[in-house]
DNA sequence: TTTAGTGCAAAAGTTTTGCATGGTC
DNA sequence: GACCATGCAAAACTTTTGCACTAAA
């Protein structure tokens, strides 16, 4: 029998309660500067239960009277991105989103309706890839699982 | 001792050496008008190696002398890609691919240099995906594999 | 004070759309 | 003939860049 364990790293709710230092602290661990700019637009990921897109965390920080670039957010997020701090979602061509998520490999489970997103642990590909590699000369060197859905929310 | 069926489906010279009339065919099945510029779109897509963004193939075939609008390129792609006939990939943001891929679920392996693309099949995530929903309370409705490698040209 | 980050506006791309024309059924 | 598809050009968007100015180490 095959055991499969699907691990919950972290809840988007943990992040939003956290203080502003840890963000600084998490610039600060991989050697980028603490602007007033990038703690916003990490604030704003951190706050937020799902993804975003740039553009939609520019229009969030300036409705709550943020002032903030566009191409700020731009740099920041492919900065962040860049760094490994933030992943990078892509659910329709043309639309990127950016989500704060926990470190290490993981997967997204995400509800196609609501855009929520739920981070998966493991997914035991292990041997599978192997037999790839192996099989089309190939040396893999990452791969993605994204599984979409709807949540009991939507269904509801 | 768990198996793992690695199924290639259909090599790309299978299809660059289809004729014609399959491709009419193809578009037929689907209720699809079987156009000039939707047979030289389909075309182009069967002769490509890998995949190919709107923008090369429409320079592509331009360059071989077809007469055929951008906008026609992209209409096109857009309607295949609804009715299932190509598949959408995305390897960077703002870089949309489209692929002439076997029919039925199947998951692809890219070369991060050359995007070179092999079909996989299968990958036996089934109970995984099981448990996910069971777990999170999602309807799991599809999932994505995209597996990245250095093929053997590349790393030569 | 030296280096890095930001804002703005312009530019560069990509993709979509309106509308008159031409092709298919 | 009715309807659908196409081409062109314009529009709508998204993302990137140049450059003067400001903030951080």
Redesign the pocket.
Known sequence: MRMIVVRMTRYRTDMATERQPDLRALLASRG???????LLVLGALAAEQNDA???QMHDGLRARGE??????V???L?LLSDQGVIDTLVHR??E?CYRLCSEGHHHHLVCSQCHRVVELGECDLGSWLDDLGAAHDFSVTGYSVEVTGVCAGCTA
Do not use: E
């Open positions: 980028i500067r603490p602007t007033r700019q990038r897109t740039a553009q002032t903030i670039g566009l191409a700020t731009y740099r920041t492919a061509p043309g990127v």
